[in-house]
């Protein structure tokens, strides 16, 4: 998983001077968050994930970015 991850495509530097890549990083994934951080992504800010009922039962250590904060 590591190796897939380290070469994941918003992680790599922008390709146009100037380009900006935004990628909403799960902070309950810390593989995800130093992947970032290697790339010298930084913070700029932060969402919060909320849930009706309990949180999905799914796999967070295979999660590096979240598509979209309009699931609901």
Same mark, same amino acid.
């Given at each position: 998983?590591?190796?897939?991850?380290?070469s994941?495509?918003?992680?790599?530097?922008?390709?146009?001077?100037?380009?900006?890549?935004?990628?909403?990083?799960?902070?309950?994934?810390?593989? =995800?968050? +130093?992947?970032?951080?290697?790339? %010298?992504? !930084? /913070?700029?800010?932060?969402?919060?994930?909320?849930?009706?009922?309990?949180?999905? =039962?799914? +796999?967070?250590?295979?999660?590096? %970015?979240? !598509? /979209?904060?309009?699931?609901?």
């Open positions: 998983m590591k190796a897939a991850a380290s994941c495509a918003p992680c790599r530097p922008a390709s146009t001077p100037g380009e900006v890549i935004v990628l909403d990083v799960p902070e309950t994934n810390p593989a =995800a968050v +130093a992947l970032a951080e290697r790339h %010298g992504m !930084t /913070s700029v800010f932060e969402t919060a994930r909320m849930f009706t009922k309990d949180a999905p =039962a799914i +796999a967070v250590d295979r999660v590096f %970015g979240v !598509t /979209s904060f309009e699931l609901g």
